[in-house]
Each structure stands twice: as structure tokens, then as C-alpha cells.
């Protein structure tokens, strides 16, 4: 029995995994771009990055799973019965849904780079003014003083609140299951119906522990790394 | 002849004109102090002629010249600015070093990036930057920084963090050097060791404006001493004319106060 449970569980968490690792792949650059909108001169950019962020950072993460994954089929429909004949409409309408896992993992992409690029803008607008404006006399590029002056420092503030927000990622994952995501929860749950079995569930937990603590010492390695000056 | 030359600067901000059409200029190796009580447009007009504010017009020349004309500054791209920018130093009160970097990384990096732009650098790579990192000890030495070449700017103090900076911007070979209120982040002991080596470079030649509430130093250094009052040049001349014989009663009144 150990072993089933085992292996249910490490395919479940395969699944875990791999959300994670995907939604982070795509979520850090994102999170940037929309730091950089959100911080832009150019108001229309500025105010729609601004107001993603609000809607998504104001509403569950639950709930946005849910419209990710049966939105495109029902707006398609209900342009259908509204009579408006449109190739997209009708393709959206024919989709029955996107496929579950990648519309679990793109709501959890834009849910997550909202959360990034918030991290990321924090850290960028508490560089003081007076480190751009010593690269500026001294003759650098902006994207000189960016790189080569800027973004460590940015890196160096920002890892600790990435680290919370990253081990809040791992434990969100088990929200897969909302859209019927196999993650390693729902695995864990199959045996509470199937044999009234409460012990995988706990054993369940613990690969979340284990897997955060391997990702609390990394961050705590990465601060340490940067410990050498301070900013 | 006049190495820095700055005509009729004027600058606002919205509504408030902080420079009222500022003309001064200054001859090569000599040192111009400029003091005013706070809020009188100093921080500007140095900002101003280092391109971190745009002045609204007026003309600015180094070295015959112009880095600066209100009546064609749009035309300026970004790179000429640069170019035009590295004829002049700045440094601030608040030194902003760059925390990451050591101090001989501080005094290095801009201008290693700036040997990257040259034609030959690939194929003199080596020799380039043999010069660069000679050059840059030879300045700390000056600067008697040689021994804390591999700190981090936190383990300094204020006044060494201050020398560092000093030795980054002419790291650079600035025609002209500016400060702005190099000492007033600093202790009195550590003002003096900043003040020192300010004067040291002035017997080494180098051409330097300073804004200064230390009216000794002003006194004693410079060859030139300009009073600003609410964005205009209230007073100027020599040490002796401006501290000794004021003509204006708005000098006399803030010597009174400082020396008090
Ligand atoms: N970026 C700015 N925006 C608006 N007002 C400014 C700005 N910088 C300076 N000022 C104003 O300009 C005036 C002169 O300031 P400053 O040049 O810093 O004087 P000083 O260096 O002589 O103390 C002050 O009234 C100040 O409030
Ligand atoms: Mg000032």
C-alpha cells in the first residue's frame, strides 16, 4: 500500500512540479514587463498594466482559474446566441474549454507575474535617485546604468519577498485541482474516497514541506551570496 | 582664458524661477567657491550645467565649447550629451558610490565602459586596460586610498566614502570639477580630511566649483567666491572682496549669520 500511495503521490507531484517550474519560466520575465509598464511616462500603458494588476492581485486565484478555463468557450457561445457569426467566436466556442493544464498554468502565469512585477517595481523604485544620476555624470548609458549599476541592488531587495511569493506558488498549485488537474492533492484525496485512508494526505504534506525547505535554503544561500555589500 | 563659461542660465520649476539668468566664468586651474544660504539655487545651477536639469536657456561652454544652448538643446542626442557630459565632474553630497562595486571597481567601471566604445579597443584590449587600472591606483594614491582599494563602500567612513567619489570622477579627467556640498554629510573631523584633499588638487592644477557652507576653505582656496541670493548672482569677486568688502547688504547680512 506504502508503495501505491508513493507512487500516486510522486505523480501527482510531478504535476506540482511542473506547474511551478512553468509558471515561473514565464511568470519572472513577464512580472518585468509589466513592472516596466507600470512604471512607464506613457499613460494608456501605465493605467492598463495598473489596472491587470489591481484586477488580478483583487480577486482569488480560484476564481481566475475557473474563468480561464470555461471563459473562452462561454464568451464564444454567447456570441453565438447573440447571432454574431465570427470565425474566432465560433473557433472559441468550439474549443470546449482550453486544454486543463495549460489554462491552469497561463492563470497562474499572469496571476503570478501581477504579484512579480509589483516585487519587482518596489525594488526598483526604492534605488535611490542618486545612483542614476552618478552613472549619468559619469558618462553610462541608461542600460548600462541599469545592468552594470541598478539591477544587483534591485536583485539583492527583491529576493526575500520573492522567496515568500515563491513558496506561496508551491503551495497555490494544489488550486489545479479546482479545474480537475491531477496535482499530487487530488491524489492524495483518491485514497480519503477510495479506502478511507487519512495517512496519504498527511504523507501528501510533507513532500510540500520538504520541497520548501529545499527552497527556503536556497533563498537563504542567494541573500547570503549578496551579503558581501550593502544597498 | 576662460575654460567654463555659463551665460544668462535661467531655470524654473513650474512657476518657481530658481535661476534668474546666472553668468559667470572661470579661468583654467582656478577654483570658484559659490556659497548662499539654502534654497538660493546652487544644487541647480550645478545640476544644470551637468545636464541632471535642463536649463530653460542660456549658454554653457567648456573649453571654448558649447555643451549648452537653450535656443538649440533639442537637437542634442543622447550621445552627445555623453560625450559632452564626461568634460565635466560632478560630486555630490550625498557621494553615491556605487554599493556593489569596491573601491577600485567604483573608480574603474564608468571609464572601462567608455574604453569600450574606442576603435582600437579589441586590438589593444590588454594595453587599454593596463592603463586604465595604472591610472586608477595612481589617483587612490593621491586621494590616500591605496589601502582599502578592496572595501566595499559600507566599511568605509563618510570622508573616505567622499574621496572615493572624488577619485571616480576624475578617474574620468574631467576639464572642470564641481562639488556640491562635498562636506556637509560629513563630521567635522572628516570634513577636514575632504576639504584637504580638495585643496591638494588645486596645487595639482585642476580646475574646481564649489558649493560650501565652510567659509575658511572658501576663503583660503579659492580665487573665486560667488554669492547667490534667490537665483541671482548677488555678489562675486575675490576672497578678500566678497568675506572683507561686501557691497551688497545681503552678503554681509549671511556672512554675519555664518560666521556667527
Ligand atoms: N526638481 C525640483 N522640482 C521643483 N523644485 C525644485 C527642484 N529642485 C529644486 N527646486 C527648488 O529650487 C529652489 C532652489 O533649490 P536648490 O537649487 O536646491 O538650492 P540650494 O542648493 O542653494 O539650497 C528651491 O526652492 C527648491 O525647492
Ligand atoms: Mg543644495
Known sequence: ?231 | MAILEVNELKKSFGKNEVLKGISLSLDEGQVMSIIGSSGSGKTTLLRCINFLETADSGKILVDVDVIFDGEDHSKHKAKETREKQLKIGLVFQQFNLFPQYNVFDNVTLAVKLKAKEREDYKANKKQILKEINEKAHKILCDMGLSDKIDSYPWQLSGGQQQRVAIARALALEPKILFFDEPTSALDPELTIEVLKVIKSLKTMGRTMVVVTHEMEFARNVSDKVIFMADGVIEEEGTPEEVFDNPSSPKTSAFLSKSFE
Open chain 1, 1 to 231: 500500500m506504502f508503495w501505491t500511495v508513493t507512487l500516486s503521490l510522486l505523480e501527482g507531484f510531478m504535476t506540482t512540479l511542473e506547474l511551478f517550474a512553468l509558471t515561473l519560466l514565464f511568470a519572472i520575465p513577464l512580472g518585468l514587463i509589466i513592472a516596466f509598464g507600470s512604471m512607464s511616462k506613457f499613460m494608456p500603458l501605465k493605467w492598463l498594466s495598473k489596472t491587470v494588476v489591481w484586477i488580478i492581485r483583487g480577486t482569488p486565484l480560484m476564481l481566475q482559474l475557473i474563468v480561464v478555463f470555461y471563459g473562452p468557450e462561454l464568451i464564444g457561445g454567447w456570441f453565438g446566441e447573440l447571432g454574431i457569426d465570427n470565425p474566432i467566436f465560433n473557433w472559441l466556442a468550439g474549443m470546449k474549454g482550453l486544454d486543463r493544464f495549460p489554462s491552469v498554468l497561463l492563470a497562474f502565469v499572469i496571476n503570478y507575474a501581477c504579484y512579480f512585477s509589483e516585487i519587482y517595481r518596489g525594488g526598483i523604485e526604492s534605488i535611490p535617485k542618486g545612483q542614476l544620476e552618478a552613472c549619468q555624470v559619469l558618462g553610462m548609458t541608461k542600460s548600462q546604468a541599469f545592468f552594470r549599476v541598478v539591477l544587483l541592488q534591485v536583485v539583492k531587495r527583491i529576493v526575500p519577498p520573492m522567496g515568500n511569493e515563491i513558496i506561496t506558488l508551491v503551495k497555490d498549485t494544489s488550486l489545479a485541482r479546482t479545474i480537475a488537474v491531477y496535482e499530487i492533492i487530488w491524489n492524495a484525496q483518491k485514497f480519503i474516497k477510495n479506502g478511507g485512508l487519512l495517512w496519504p494526505l498527511i504523507y501528501a504534506g510533507a513532500f510540500y514541506l520538504i520541497f520548501n525547505g529545499l527552497l527556503t535554503i536556497i533563498f537563504a544561500k542567494l541573500e547570503k551570496k549578496m551579503d558581501y555589500f550593502k544597498a
